[in-house]
């Protein structure tokens, strides 16, 4: 990889020593271009600080002023609080932060610091505040660094924006704080904006049609911004920046799975098409018609088809890759589904038998449970084609499962399977189209982001006629009133699932545990009916037994955790309560929620919660039954960074700037640049591409060449 001066080790800028590259380096500061994208994580506005003798309690106020004097006060209760006495040209106020008396070693006499926090009536009115930062060591300290006096800072002593009129506050550390990160910078600004015109990428003309700024005029106005809107102005710059080269990554994979190796161009006759369309009990929603359009015209095109089906729960994608896999058979193909558990696999397959039934199209499942002389037989037939659809578990392609010719692979439940057993199927020869459904509905834009290799459709409307389930928010209070009401739905034959955050009682947690409330239940509440216990340590065949007993009627409640299996459908199970439901995420509650109803009697969900009222989480969850909505809700509660812990599993993207709900409409631009830089040299192999090339190197190292996303 080609080095830059910005590639400089950080210590060769001026103001950082060994000791200090030493702390930087422990921040992930290594390079000198490391220092100079670490921009600042808040602005403050000079108009919005209110003077110390406009300070009032109950408001939330961004204040600053000297530090006058200062200590550390015990209470009582053994907390340690530290206070520091602030003055302005107008006033004094206190400052306390509980718990904090490592602060006294931090803040000095004379240091202008800024705060931001509520302000508290306690022996007076006092700021406690949620941050703070320091603008400028104390007078005295400044004259022990003579060497640096380019440091604006340092120089006239009341200097109560450093830049302008935004307070600028950079992440420290107790190592490298503020005062020191807004030194660093004022003394090697220029040189490193100098450097970094060399990494501008987007020619003038791309940059207005994106309405962004050059870079280094926007990592210029990051670290000393005119006003709050220009820094925002300039964040998207940033944005856009991580964003194309995630997706230009994506397009590199894509084009591995799309472009080196030929796609079956499938032609279409219609005769089993036709055929289905004729017998099916209903007709297609408006949303699969179009979907199944996006889905034809990749199979008949010479480019393999990688896309990804997206829709709630109930939104009909299993017709569409009914369709999806007639058309490969039509064509002289077969066709496999691949669902990630058998119980999933075999109610596919007497689905899919059913849609099926009386067309010429054989159907085999093919599960890890069948063996010996039937299991030779089923793998015969579809090694021999007489099998056009096989159905069953990822063991369907990872096994020496042989097809005759296999010519599209769909992947239900794609969540429940890595991305590398995507690609593996990539890797066959010949290579299927792939289809991967999702029922975990998400913003677009987060889609294209997090699957940018991938094309996406979305169903994005429901069947009509769909009872939708009612939810209903009830505190602990209600818990006798709604088990009696469940125990008299059990006793009309409905069933019911019971749903707990944890499988067994602990001290710390105090929450309600399967285990304890299983026994509760079976002895007391739903006394006389079949109960059951299923959670994560139950062993493989024993929840497959339980499930099975449950989806035949035999067992009328499930008392569980979160391992309920995801798209099994138990027509009889018209309700389900969630305990402690402050524990669960929101797209998490809805999953669950799908459960229920899924029958022709209406379903019912109750959430027992502590503060289920007062959560916003909660509220919209009794609100909306539309997973796209909820996705939403969920990603702007939490924030991207949760989201996708919860969500992804351990997907990490790295975006550092890039946030999806600011910066959500410059996904597909990222995308559409990127994949037409792709496909039009692949390896990035041409000169005028060499820049981008290191820039994706210098991200993405050793991954930047092959996948690594996920
Ligand atoms: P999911 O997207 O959750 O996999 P399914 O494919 O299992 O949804 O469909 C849910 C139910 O809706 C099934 O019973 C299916 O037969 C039915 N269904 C699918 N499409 C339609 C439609 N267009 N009209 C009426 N019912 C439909
Ligand atoms: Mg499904």
Known sequence: ?????????????????????????????????????HVPRRYDDASTITPLSRVEVGM???????????????????LRIFQAVIRDDTGIITCAW??????????????????TGPVKFFHGRQIQPREHTLLARA???????????????ATSTPDPAPHGTIFVSYPASEHVPQWIFRRLVAQNLGWLLRQVRGDEYLPAAARDALGLPELSAALDTLHRPASVDH?????????????????????????RATRERPGIVFERSNRLIRALHDSLPFTLTGAQVRVLREIYADMASPRRMNRMLQGDVGSGKTPVALFAMLLAVEGGYQAALMAPTEILAEQHARRIREFLAGLPVGVELLVGSATGRRRAEARARVAGGEARLAV??????????????????????QQRFGVRQRLALAERDPAPDVLVMSATPIPRSLAMALHGDLDLSVLDELPPGRRPVTTRLAGPGDRAEVFREVADRLARGEQ?????PVIEESEEARLRSAETEYERLRDEDFAG????????????????????????GEIRALVATTVIEVGIDVPGATVMVIENAERFGLSQLHQLRGRVGRGDRGGLCVVISDGAAGSERLRVFARTADGFEIAAADLRIRGQGDFFGAEQHGHRTGLRFADILAHGDLVGPARDRARSLVDADPELGRDENALVRRLLEQRYGDRAGLFGVG
């Open 392 to 413: 069953g578990t990822h063991a369907l392609i990872q096994e020496d499962v042989e097809f005759a010719a296999l010519g599209l692979a769909v992947i239900d439940e």
């Open 60 to 78: 939330d106020v961004t204040a600053v002023g000297v530090v006058r004097n200062k200590g550390v006060v015990p209470t009582r209760s053994g």
């Open 529 to 552: 009916h079949e109960v059951a216990l299923l959670h994560g340590r139950v062993a493989a065949d024993e929840k497959d037994r339980i499930m099975r007993a449950f989806l035949a």
């Open 1 to 37: 990889m080609s080095l830059t001066p910005l590639d400089k080790p950080v210590q060769f800028l001026k103001g950082v020593g060994p000791r200090r590259a030493e702390s930087l380096a422990r921040m992930g500061i290594l390079t000198a271009r490391d220092l100079l994208y």
């Open 231 to 255: 820094a925002d102005a300039a964040r998207r710059r940033l944005a856009f920046d991580e964003l194309f080269l995630l997706q230009l990554l994506q397009a590199r994979v894509r084009h």
């Open 139 to 153: 007078p005295a300290e400044r004259r022990t660094h003579t060497a640096i006096s380019d440091n604006p800072t």
């Open 98 to 115: 509980p718990g904090q008396p490592w602060l006294d070693r931090t803040l000095r006499v004379g240091d202008r610091i800024l705060v």
């Open 496 to 500: 019911a699932y019971v749903v707990y």
